[in-house]
């Protein structure tokens, strides 16, 4: 069953809701409930167990304007503008978006280039125009997922970087 409201951040859960929408907890039936002395939260709010990585939770503190910045930056100057955001930043937020942003980059260029030699035999053709598509595309959902608080993986990208 799941409890009307989150006991993290009060905010109020729909009855199908796996996770709080404004704090990102997850709605476990073990966890809910649980006294204060109990919960793996710290003083400060945030967490002490293993879901504070990026990409399972929201994250409410940091620069997640840089690092939404960073994805759309990477459609005007390929891997140039994540590289020079992941050597600047200090913030380790926005160097995961900055990492994933330039994987990305790489990956695409790649991808590209793949596709321009099966040009020659008239099957790359398809995915050269819709390669830069896909960029644009990825790039968006990135760095919306980066203004609310995640830190996306693209599709099909090896972690190089």
Request: net charge negative; charged share 15%; proline share 6%.
């Amino acid at each position: 069953m799941v409890p009307d409201s989150c006991p993290n951040c009060g905010a109020s859960l729909s009855p199908t809701a796996n996770y709080c929408s404004e704090c990102g907890d997850a709605v476990d039936d073990d966890s809910w409930g649980v006294s204060s002395e109990e919960s793996s939260w710290d003083s400060d709010g945030s967490r002490s167990d293993s879901r504070t990585e990026y990409g399972s939770s929201r994250r409410t503190d940091g620069d997640t304007t840089m690092a939404a910045l960073t994805h759309v930056l990477a459609i005007f100057t390929w891997a140039i503008g994540p590289l020079i955001v992941l050597i600047a930043t200090d913030d380790p937020f926005v160097e995961e978006n900055a990492r994933n942003a330039l994987n990305w980059q790489i990956a695409f260029t790649f991808y590209m280039l793949v596709s321009a030699v099966f040009v020659l035999a008239i099957i790359g053709i398809v995915p050269v125009l819709l390669l830069p598509v896909v960029d644009l595309a990825f790039c968006a959902i990135a760095a919306v997922k980066a203004a609310d608080g995640e830190a996306w993986s693209y599709p099909a990208t090896p972690d190089i970087i």
